[in-house]
C-alpha cells in the first residue's frame, strides 16, 4: 500500500505519532510519507497555525481550556463547527496530493485532516479509505465532526467513551497510541548524554512548546535530595526557556539544561522522569517502562490523560511542586514502588503498538486495491 500520514505542528506528539505509524508501515514493506496538513497550502499557514496554538497553550492555558470545553458542548455528528469549515478550506489542497500521487490509504493523526477528509468524501471528491489515529486518553472535541472508516483508540477501556461521542462502534480499533518501533533500541549511556553514572538521573521535561514552569520543581528537589541526584531540565523547543534556565543553574552542576532531544536515550537512561502528560510523551515513557511523576498538565485532554495514568497506577500526579520532588525522589529509592509502577504500565502499554496498529489497518484497507 501507498500511505499518506497526515499531522499538525500543534506540539510534538502528533508528529512522532505520524513517524511512529510511517515506521511501522515500512517495515511492514509499504510506502508511507509524512505530511504536514497546513503545509499543503503554504508553509506561511504551517507556521501560523503551529505558533497559534503553542501562544495559546503556553501564555493562556486558560484561554484553551474554555476553548476545550466549548467545543466539547458543540461538537456532534449532526453539526458542524467553525474549526471544522477552517479545515475544509484546506481541503482542495489535500485532494490535489491524494490524487497527483495516488495514495491508497490516508491517517491522520490529528483532528485537524480528519476534518478536510470527511469533507471530500462526503462531497464525492476522494474514495480512498481513512483512518484516524487518537493521541489522547480520551475523545478530544470535533472528532464526533469526522467519519473515517477507522479510529485507532487508545484503550479498549475508553469504547465506551467514544463510541457515545458519535463514532461508529464498528470502525473503533482499541490498539493503544503508536509509540516508534526503534525507541526500545536507542542507547542507553550516560556519558554520551553528559550525565554520570551511579548516581540517581531525574528528568524533567517540558514538552516539545515547553510549556510550564519548572524551576519550582527543579529548586524542591535540590532542596530535598541535597546533591544526591543529577537533574536534567529539557525544555524543547523553546529557546528562550532553556537560556533563561541555564543562566538560573549555570552555578549548580548537578543540573543541566538542554534544549530539543531525541528522548529515546534520556527515557533509557533515567530513573524517572516528571513531565507534563502529553499523551505521546507519557505512552512513550510507560511502553519504556520509566516511572513517572506529573505536572504542569494543559487543561483539557492533559487532565484527562493525567486522570487515565493516575488511576491504573502507572504514575503518580502530585499537587504541589515540593510534592512532585519528593515523589520524585521516593521513587528513586523505593525499588518496590518502580516496580508496581512498571507492572502497571506493562498491563496497559505496549512497546510494538505502532507494527500492530498498521498490520490492522493493511488487513482491513489492503483488500480494497483489488475490489
Not at 501564555?59 to 463547527?81: K, M, T
Not at 521535561?205 to 536534567?232: E, R, T
Not at 528522548?263 to 516511572?291: F, N, Q, S, Y
Request: glycine fraction near 8%; charged fraction near 20%.
Amino acid at each position: 500500500m501507498k500511505v499518506l500520514i497526515l499531522s499538525c505542528h500543534t506540539g510534538g506528539g502528533h508528529d512522532a505519532a505520524a513517524a511512529a505509524l510511517a515506521e511501522g508501515f515500512r517495515l511492514l514493506g509499504h510506502t508511507a510519507a509524512v505530511q504536514d496538513f497546513f503545509a499543503l497550502r503554504s508553509e506561511r499557514a504551517a507556521s501560523a497555525a503551529s505558533s497559534l496554538y503553542v501562544g495559546t497553550v503556553n501564555r493562556s492555558p486558560q484561554l484553551f481550556h474554555a476553548l476545550y470545553q466549548v467545543g466539547s458542548a458543540i461538537s456532534s455528528a449532526r453539526r458542524h463547527s467553525p474549526v471544522y469549515y477552517v479545515n475544509v478550506w484546506f481541503a482542495p489542497s489535500l485532494e490535489a496530493k491524494l490524487k497527483a500521487e495516488r495514495f491508497d490509504l490516508a491517517v491522520t493523526t490529528h483532528i485537524f485532516p480528519a476534518h478536510a477528509l470527511t469533507w471530500l468524501k462526503a462531497k464525492g471528491r476522494i474514495q480512498i479509505p481513512a483512518a484516524g489515529v487518537m493521541t489522547d486518553y480520551t475523545c478530544i472535541p470535533f472528532w464526533a465532526e469526522t467519519r473515517c472508516e477507522a479510529y485507532v483508540t487508545p484503550h479498549p477501556s475508553l469504547t465506551e467513551e467514544i463510541a457515545g461521542k458519535d463514532l461508529p462502534r464498528e470502525a473503533l480499533l482499541p490498539l493503544g497510541i503508536p509509540v516508534s518501533p526503534s525507541l526500545g533500541s536507542a542507547p542507553a549511556d550516560r556519558q554520551a548524554l553528559g550525565m554520570e553514572e551511579g548516581r540517581p538521573l531525574i528528568v524533567l521535561l517540558s514538552g516539545s512548546m515547553g510549556h510550564g514552569d519548572l524551576v519550582p520543581v527543579v529548586d524542591a528537589l535540590l532542596q530535598k535530595g541535597g546533591s544526591a541526584p543529577q537533574i536534567a531540565v529539557i525544555t524543547g523547543r523553546n529557546e528562550e526557556l532553556r537560556k533563561d534556565l541555564s543562566r538560573q543553574y549555570s552555578a549548580v552542576p548537578q543540573v543541566q539544561v538542554k534544549g530539543y532531544e531525541k528522548m529515546g536515550p534520556w527515557l533509557r537512561c533515567c530513573d524517572v522522569l516528571i513531565t507534563k502528560p502529553g499523551g505521546l510523551t507519557v505512552t512513550e515513557a510507560a511502553a519504556m517502562r520509566v516511572p513517572l511523576v506529573l505536572s504542569n498538565a494543559i487543561p483539557g485532554c492533559e487532565t484527562e490523560n493525567q486522570r487515565f495514568f493516575v488511576s491504573r497506577g502507572m504514575a503518580l500526579a502530585p499537587d504541589t511542586p515540593a510534592e512532585q520532588a519528593e515523589a520524585a525522589l521516593r521513587l528513586c529509592r523505593d525499588a518496590e514502588e518502580r516496580d508496581r509502577m512498571r507492572a502497571a504500565q506493562a498491563e496497559a502499554i505496549r512497546p510494538d503498538n505502532a507494527v500492530q496498529i498498521c498490520r490492522a489497518l493493511a488487513e482491513k484497507f489492503g483488500g480494497m486495491l483489488h475490489a
